[in-house]
């Protein structure tokens, strides 16, 4: 009888944490703002602001240079609407609006300007309302001074919610 009174209060703790840490793992809530970096070739940092609890917009910074050779600056917005809100992972569609100048040192180029546009589908992982994980894949054009390409754009990026 001892024993089983034990192992219910353990049972009753162990579910008691459990649902605790579940309620955690959320979606920031409206009006949080955040920081978030990208872990593959894209070098850019993003600002993600929640307008409401499906909706947020991340504008872009990127400045990439090359001694002697040419500097990337590139500046745009990323917008994301989430389409499940499971307690820990919810699923999204993202897109792309920006624009990209590269000014070259070594050649009669001077600069080049393009825009990006682009959407993509992908899920993000909250740890907890602060911190979550993501990834997408993104189909993207690029147009402008450049030949126009077509091109797809695979992300994994961490974000951190203040």
Do not use: H, W
Not at 126 to 138: C, E, K, R, T
Not at 153 to 160: E, G, L, N, T, Y
């Amino acid at each position: 009888m001892k024993l089983m009174i034990k192992q219910g209060s353990i049972l009753a703790v162990i579910m008691m944490l459990t649902s605790i840490m579940v309620q955690a793992q959320n979606l920031p809530e409206s009006g949080n703002i955040g920081l978030r970096a990208n872990f593959t070739g894209q070098a850019s940092i993003e600002v993600p602001y929640m307008l409401n609890d499906t909706f947020s917009l991340a504008p872009y910074l990127s400045l990439n240079s090359t001694k002697d050779q040419s500097t990337n600056f590139s500046l745009g917005i990323r917008p994301r609407y989430y389409t499940s809100q499971d307690r820990a992972l919810a699923t999204y569609f993202t897109g792309t609006l920006g624009f990209s100048n590269t000014s070259f040192s070594n050649s009669n180029i001077n600069s080049v300007t393009n825009f990006d546009l682009g959407i993509g589908y992908g899920a993000e992982y909250f740890f907890s309302d602060q911190f979550s994980v993501s990834s997408d894949a993104n189909l993207g054009t690029r147009f402008g001074d450049s030949d126009t390409n077509i091109s797809t754009i695979a992300r994994v990026s961490a974000s951190i919610y203040f």
